[in-house]
């Protein structure tokens, strides 16, 4: 699996719809020919990561987007089991 790259506001993916009409209408986990893209809607996260649960585990920094969106493209993976960790707005009280 190779790492994951940063998308660009309204960069085309291969495999996914130029004119979908609406970002949830590809929210989660859209297999794509040579990965996969992910897109959650977390409007009161600080950050999201995304687990990848495979023979490699990793844990991927997602990119924020506009609207309380956060996404990312994966390569690679097909078949890979996989979890979000939404974080934010923890106090450390001392």
């Excluded at 893209?37 to 023979?55: G, I, M, Q, R, T």
């Excluded at 990793?58 to 994966?74: I, N, Q």
């Excluded at 979890?83 to 923890?90: A, I, K, S, V, W």
Aim: hydrophobic share 35%.
């Amino acid at each position: 699996m190779s790492s994951p790259r940063p998308l660009l506001v309204g960069q085309q993916i291969a495999g996914v719809p130029q004119h979908s009409p609406k970002l949830r209408d590809i929210l989660g986990a859209t297999p794509l020919s040579t990965g996969g893209l992910f897109l959650v809607w977390a409007l009161c996260a600080d950050s999201v990561k995304l687990h990848v649960l495979n023979s490699v585990r990793r844990c991927l920094p997602m990119e924020r987007a506009p609207r309380g969106y956060f996404r990312l493209l994966v390569e690679g993976g097909a078949n890979c089991r996989y979890l979000y960790e939404l974080g934010g707005n923890e106090k450390n009280e001392t």
